[in-house]
């Protein structure tokens, strides 16, 4: 027996979930928002296959980090080839970039929203399968369009209500790094044997991965070890302190944290993550940062860029859920069939304002019912009479203003939906 058929058919896989009601109305609204932001940047989105080949992730993000060492979904297809679901947007985007012959015509700057996956420890704020809202900026080596890109992550954190503490890092360029790495290689060699065995193997293979260990034994030996920021060049030096003045022009509030170096191999230069209080818990709702060299270690040409990504389940879980702007929803409810074609065409009549629904099982009296537990403000009904003298029946099924749950009304279809705007929202809501 394999391990699945001891699952309910009821049960999802562990650390995936469905969206129902109203989280489908938040998720909704958060890629709308931000959707706009994007747009209001000058970004355009790109579409890309949630299933890659391994190779792409393995070469793009490093072998040495845990995205790529312990949490990728990796099978073999029916063809025997390895094939990976997407675990982060930006190596997908890179690929896009060269598979479609994009790297003549710069900048390019995409979006992208969907489902990512990895095979991490679920618990609040951190699935297995998770929504990112990425954007990438491909072609643009200065400072500025790093400033933008925060800019733009600070806009659609504030336009969704979501307070978010910005914490910025450089990691320097190549060389800065290079120099970095065996001063590092020389300080974590005095406690080779006290550190954890990935952190012991990283020393080999790629010392800077040490600094983002979450591991106990590692921690206190991270504190004492020297600051890449000793080690910046003077150009990276200078590339940091213009993205700091530019957010200081955009009065964007940030922190510097030296240990930001991000999970991910392909940054160089500025790092960033907004951080926000989830259940009085700190956890990063935006990760990001420039990453100069991914496109040519992809077999594209040199071509700078600069991106990020929302965590979407993790904004969904700081949004404030009232600011959802709900629609009056209208119960239309014909007596006999006679009378479905009229009830049919003033339902379609109402949608421009309203959110219709024509619950057709049962009798009338279960069909309230049923208007009740969809939320409908009124119910519209129509029966032989009414359609005689072109008129309805409005009940009403909540309070609303001076009016009262029950109130029932004979209105002429030409002007029910003036009635309905004036019954159903109160008059201190009407614009
Ligand atoms: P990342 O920091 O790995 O960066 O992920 C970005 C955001 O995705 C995180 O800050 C977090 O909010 C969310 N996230 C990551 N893993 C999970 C999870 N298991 N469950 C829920 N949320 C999660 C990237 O992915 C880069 N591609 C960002 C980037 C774009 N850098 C440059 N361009």
């Known amino acids: 027996m ?30 709308n928002t931000l959707m706009r932001v994007a747009y209001s940047h000058g970004y355009s989105q790109i579409e890309t296959p949630i299933l890659e080949f391994t190779s792409l992730f393995v070469r793009g993000l490093g072998e040495d980090t845990d995205v790529v060492g312990k949490e990728m979904f990796s099978f073999l297809d029916r063809a025997g080839q390895s094939v990976t679901l997407r675990p982060e947007g930006t190596a997908s985007a890179v690929r896009a970039l060269i598979t479609n012959k994009l790297t003549q015509t710069l900048p390019q700057k995409f979006f992208y929203y969907g489902p990512m996956f990895r095979y991490d420890r679920p618990q609040k704020g951190r699935y297995r399968q998770f929504f990112q809202f990425g954007i990438e900026d491909f072609g643009e080596s200065g400072p500025l369009s790093d400033v933008d890109v925060i800019a733009l992550a600070h806009e659609g954190l504030s336009k969704l209500g979501v307070q978010g503490e910005l914490f910025i890092n450089s990691i320097g360029d190549k060389s800065s790094r290079e120099i970095y790495k065996s001063h590092l290689v020389d300080y974590f060699s005095k406690y080779k044997n006290d550190l954890s065995e990935d952190s012991q193997r990283r020393l080999l293979t790629n010392p800077l991965r040490i600094l983002d260990s979450k591991e106990l034994s590692d921690i206190a030996i991270i504190e004492g070890s020297p600051s890449l920021f000793d080690f910046l060049s003077k150009d990276a030096a200078a590339f940091f302190d213009k993205v700091q003045d530019g957010l200081n022009v955009l009065s964007i509030p940030y922190s510097i944290d030296r240990t930001l170096v991000r999970g991910l191999d392909y940054y160089d230069h500025t790092t960033f993550e907004f951080k926000a209080n989830i259940d009085s818990q700190p956890l990063a709702v935006v990760g990001g940062g420039r990453y100069n060299g991914l496109v040519e270690e992809m077999g594209g040409p040199s071509i700078p860029a600069v991106g990020l990504a929302f965590g979407v389940d993790r904004v969904m879980l700081a949004y404030d859920r009232a600011r959802i702007p709900a629609k009056t929803v209208i119960s239309v409810l014909f007596v006999t069939e006679k009378e479905e074609v009229v009830a049919l065409k003033l339902a379609n009549a109402l949608r421009d304002k309203f959110n219709v629904i024509i619950p057709s099982d049962g009798g009338i009296a279960k069909r309230l019912k049923q208007s009740n537990t969809a939320g409908a403000t009124c119910a519209i009904i129509i029966g032989e009479d009414e359609v005689r003298l072109s008129a309805v029946k409005c009940k009403l099924l909540k309070a609303v203003g001076e009016y009262s749950d029950g109130d029932e009304f004979s209105v002429e279809q030409a002007n029910l939906e003036e009635f309905l705007m004036r019954v159903t929202v109160p008059k201190d809501k009407i614009l």
């Open 2 to 31: 394999t391990k699945d058929e001891n699952t309910s058919l009821a049960q999802t896989v562990r650390g995936m979930r469905d969206l129902v009601g109203v989280d489908v109305s938040v998720y909704g609204e958060i890629i």
